[in-house]
């Protein structure tokens, strides 16, 4: 059976025990086994660090909840990491991204963004213009990015 790390800020949200059974459930339906953090009681952050390591390293692959976590446009760094860390070891990524429009216009639509004619936000950074939803590094370190968590597990379930 396939096993699959989920990654994502989910595990802050006081409604991830309804998440997860709701993975569960669509793992089942699917063929596959669910690694989930948060599953177990840890006492310390070394813990849960180094035993959500462990289920990413067990896992065949990862699907990462990539939507905007306490902040504009940009993923949870814990998920981020996750995602690099699967790649690195190589495991197949597939993100799901609610809002797949590229970087550079989701930033225009913030009070932070550039001008709709330029590149250069309000604190004076620049914004990278690839048509990527995501940062480039990220973006090109997921095997696929799709809509939602569902399209992710039927994804995962067929991927080879």
Same mark, same amino acid.
């Not at 996750?82 to 991204?97: D, H, P, Q, T």
């Given at each position: ?5 989920? =990654? +994502?800020? %989910?595990?802050?949200?006081? %409604?991830?025990?309804? !998440? ?7 793992? $089942? =339906?699917?063929?596959? /086994?669910?690694?989930?953090? +948060?599953?177990?009681?840890?006492? #310390?952050? /070394?813990? &849960?660090? *180094?035993?959500?390591?462990? @289920?990413?390293?067990?896992?065949? +692959? ?9 902040? =504009? &446009?940009?993923?949870?760094?814990? #998920?981020?990491?996750?995602? =690099?860390?699967?790649? $690195?070891?190589?495991?197949?990524? &597939?993100?799901? @991204?609610?809002?797949?429009? %590229?970087?550079? #216009?989701? !930033?225009?639509?913030? /009070? ?6 330029? @590149?250069?936000?309000?604190? +004076?950074?620049?914004? /990278? %213009?690839?048509?990527?939803? @995501?940062?480039?590094? !990220?973006? *090109? ?10 399209? $992710?597990? *039927? ?6």
């Amino acid at each position: 059976m396939k096993s699959v790390y989920f =990654a +994502g800020p %989910d595990v802050f949200s006081p %409604d991830y025990p309804r !998440l997860i059974s709701e993975i569960k459930a669509m793992c $089942a =339906a699917n063929g596959l /086994e669910p690694l989930l953090p +948060g599953d177990k009681d840890l006492a #310390t952050s /070394e813990e &849960i660090f *180094h035993f959500n390591l462990s @289920l990413i390293k067990a896992a065949d +692959g990862i699907i990462a909840n990539l939507n905007p976590f306490r902040g =504009a &446009i940009e993923p949870d760094s814990g #998920t981020v990491f996750e995602c =690099a860390y699967a790649f $690195a070891g190589g495991k197949w990524v &597939i993100g799901y @991204l609610d809002d797949q429009r %590229d970087m550079l #216009t989701k !930033l225009r639509q913030t /009070e932070i963004g550039p001008s709709n004619s330029g @590149l250069l936000c309000r604190d +004076g950074t620049v914004v /990278e %213009d690839f048509n990527l939803p @995501l940062n480039l590094m !990220l973006a *090109h370190g997921l095997t696929k990015v799709v809509d939602c968590l569902q399209d $992710a597990v *039927h994804l995962a379930a067929a991927y080879q």
